[in-house]
């Protein structure tokens, strides 16, 4: 077999190639711009005043199980945490003030500060002392942690990596079909023709 060398500066059939390699590439490894990155977030030990500590407690583990749940944010416990909730428990009687701030633990930047009141309800199995703090705590991770809207069906990422695999497709079959000649193989192989 010998080889001959030719220009392949009038060539189309490489500078296609080259570019759905790297169209298939790019669609393939996806973008790492494109992944929503979830926050980490911490609870901190909830202060109580004129209320028994147990409910305070009761308060921090329905937050915990109810970010865990959430799904829009992880959970993690020590210093890692991107993001800190800081809840204060009072009450009165039935009437419990809650006041919670989101805060970026980075400069401790407050992003959120509520203020409000929730009625407790004690069960008489309830040795905890949860009462109405658990459903609360549901109600406040939905209310820190919005959920978004589902996208559309023409903003998911499969339907766009359907798009580029029929193009690539599509892109191939054209300059496999430009390109082919129908002369018998004479043994030469030309450079323009890899």
């Given amino acids: 077999m010998r080889m001959q060398t030719t220009s392949s500066t009038g ?12 169209l298939a590439a790019a669609v393939l490894g996806g973008c790492a711009h494109t992944a929503a990155q979830r926050p980490s ?14 409910q ?11 970010l865990v749940r959430h799904g829009g944010v ?32 980075g400069d ?11 009625r407790h309800e004690p069960r008489a199995n309830d040795r905890r002392g949860a009462g109405g703090l658990s459903r609360y705590a549901r109600e406040l991770a939905d209310r820190l942690f919005p959920r978004r809207a589902p996208a559309p069906w023409y903003r998911t990422w499969w339907v766009w990596t359907a798009a580029a695999a029929g193009v690539v497709g599509g892109t191939v079959g054209v300059v496999f079909a430009a390109t082919r000649r129908d002369e018998p193989d004479s ?8």
């Fill in 11 to 22: 060539s189309p059939g490489c500078s296609t190639v080259s570019g759905v390699v790297l």
């Fill in 108 to 118: 401790g930047m407050v992003l959120k500060d509520l203020q409000e009141t929730v």
């Fill in 74 to 105: 992880r959970f993690v416990r020590g210093k890692q945490a991107e993001l800190v909730v800081s809840m204060t428990l009072a009450g009165l009687g039935e009437v419990r003030l809650v006041r919670t701030r989101l805060v970026r633990s």
């Fill in 187 to 194: 043994g030469v192989v030309r450079l323009g023709d890899l």
């Fill in 41 to 54: 977030v911490a609870v901190a030990v909830v202060e109580t005043m004129g209320v028994d500590g147990r």
């Fill in 56 to 66: 305070g407690a009761a308060l921090q583990r329905a937050m915990r199980r109810e």
